[in-house]
């Protein structure tokens, strides 16, 4: 299984559970100059920004680990000028990560809600 597959499989994984969880998908794979937001979703009053990582083993770690310090100043950019675009406060925002195995016999979902807060920076 290629990377880019994956990470469709995963996103599609992921998109089905949060729904299941209750939250409203309002975008996938949004894109603006900053990069590029796997979901933005609602749950409840709050906006998600959701970011999806899968593998198909631990050997190069839990994929949630690969949402580091950089990643997450480039999801926050995202998130600022998804607001401005769309005109909305930033009063309720949340980010949250999604965490999926793809083993071939155990495959496992994993919601981490509030993983990090707004990141500043370059």
Do not use: W
């Not at 994956?6 to 603006?32: D, S, W």
């Not at 480039?74 to 998130?79: D, G, L, N, P």
């Amino acid at each position: 299984m290629q990377n880019l597959q994956t990470g469709k499989i995963g996103e599609e994984m992921a998109a089905a559970y949060l729904e299941e969880a209750g939250y409203r998908i309002l975008e996938r794979n949004y894109r603006c100059p900053f990069g590029e937001i796997d979901i933005v979703a609602q749950e409840g009053d709050t906006l998600v920004f959701v970011e999806v990582k899968s593998r198909r083993s631990e050997n190069y770690g839990l994929p949630q680990l690969a949402v580091g310090p950089e990643k997450q100043r480039r999801i926050s950019k995202i998130s600022l000028f998804y607001l401005q675009s769309h005109r909305l406060e930033p009063s309720d925002v949340r980010f949250d990560v999604v965490a999926i195995l793809l083993r071939p016999k155990n495959p496992s979902i994993e919601l981490i809600k509030d993983a990090f807060e707004l990141a500043y920076g370059r």
